[in-house]
């Protein structure tokens, strides 16, 4: 039984090593960020609809444009209140000892959760099976020292099916 437990192990070694080396050999990722004009807690409130040369040949153009657009739609639909009650946070914090500042945490919060699920629900339609991942991610901006939500295109090793032993 012991040698039977030392034997999975190497296999389980191996398939590790298979999948480090896949990963080793992916392109790097496509990071599209924030064009507007406002952000509120890291999030623009429109992302870059130009399409990367980095993804011809793996999505079609039109199939990025309308994804990101749905997400600049969703930003559209709720950052607005956002801001307002980002404002009339900032006008009470002294009154409510920073207690005003809650809500719109709140909907920031929600805000980048509904982009989440947005970009599942897109990966999970398509973006899978052209072996790409989307996802929002939190990057440090090139210009300064403030941090920025992006949204990082992954490329997803392709694993083979058959292994030749």
């Keep these: 039984v012991a040698d039977f437990d030392e034997i999975y192990e190497e296999e389980e070694d191996e398939e590790w090593a298979l999948e480090e080396q896949l990963l080793k050999y992916s392109p790097d990722p496509v990071v599209v960020r924030g064009s507007g004009h406002v952000t509120v807690f890291g999030l623009s409130n429109k992302f870059e609809s130009e399409f990367p040369s980095s993804l011809t040949g793996k999505v079609a153009p039109e199939e990025f444009k309308a994804s990101i657009n749905r997400v600049n739609s969703c930003l559209k639909k709720n950052l607005p209140v956002n801001v307002r009650w980002l404002l009339c946070g900032c006008l ?5 000892l920073g207690c005003s500042m809650w809500p719109v945490i709140c909907l920031s919060k929600r805000t980048r959760r509904s982009i989440e699920k947005l970009l599942e629900w897109e ?20 210009t300064n020292n403030m941090m920025e939500y992006v949204i990082l295109i992954e490329f997803l090793p392709k694993t083979p099916i058959f292994r030749p032993d």
């Design 92 to 96: 009470c914090c002294c009154c409510t």
């Design 123 to 142: 990966n999970n339609r398509l973006y899978h099976k052209l072996c790409l991942h989307w996802r929002l991610s939190k990057r440090k901006c090139e």
